[in-house]
């Protein structure tokens, strides 16, 4: 009888700790369900984010773009004289201001600063591990951390050229008239004869058209190759 009670009581007691063990598995499993759900719809958020910076951002880009080509118009008609001598008659001091081509094209580019809002959110929950591991997260790290310091980059190169072309001016006479956007016939004459301002105008361009501009334009393409990855997986 004894032998009896002693193995139902160890029966009763083996039941007791599976199912003890099968609720602390199926706890296990509920929390690794809900912290993969929370992962999820955190890197959703996140994405939605990076979605809309991206898209400013190619808005942005476009039109900044824009300006550029109309600076560059400006550029290759001086570069290529075809502003006429006739054309200094035209200008006066009582127009002057409004004369469009009529200042240093050397002086003065257009910048273009990514908005990182999203991408930080995604830096910030990586170092959290808030995230699952995700290869579109990845691209997006990458593709974030090679194009911002090459902007960043790019365009300090061209601002040290303005400063170092505004400080080769102050040599001119012409220079106080030009800083205070008054007329003087001496800089017409620089900007539209000067075989040293062609050279400038050469070398700005190329860091500007030439290299500055083809960074924005590969960051549209990737961007925009991007959003259809991001659109993509939203919508999962």
Request: proline letters at 1%.
């Amino acid at each position: 009888m004894k032998e009896n009670k002693t193995g139902k009581y160890l029966k009763y007691a083996i039941g007791e700790i599976i199912l003890v063990v099968i609720g602390i598995l199926l706890a296990l499993q509920i929390n690794n369900w809900n912290s993969e759900y929370k992962a999820n719809k955190n890197l959703k958020e996140i994405y939605k984010q990076i979605q809309t910076d991206l898209k400013v951002d190619t808005a942005r880009i476009e039109r900044t773009i824009v300006k550029f080509d109309k600076k560059d118009k400006i550029i290759q008609d001086i570069l290529d004289k075809k502003i006429k001598l006739s054309f200094y008659d035209t200008i006066t001091s009582m127009n002057y201001k409004d004369c469009s081509i009529c200042r240093p094209e050397t002086t003065y580019s257009y910048s273009f600063k990514p908005i990182t809002k999203g991408y930080n959110l995604l830096r910030e929950a990586n170092s959290l591990t808030e995230i699952k591991k995700d290869s579109l997260a990845d691209y997006i790290n990458d593709f974030y951390s090679q194009i911002i310091p090459r902007i960043d980059n790019q365009y300090e190169d061209i601002q040290n050229i303005i400063f170092e072309n505004i400080k080769n001016y102050q040599k001119y006479s012409w220079f106080s008239d030009w800083y205070e956007k008054k007329y003087n016939r001496d800089l017409l004459i620089y900007l539209f004869e000067s075989e040293m301002y062609r050279k400038e105008l050469s070398r700005f361009n190329i860091y500007t058209k030439h290299i500055f501009i083809e960074t924005l334009k590969n960051y549209k393409i990737r961007a925009t190759e991007i959003l259809k990855l991001l659109e993509q997986e939203i919508e999962k």
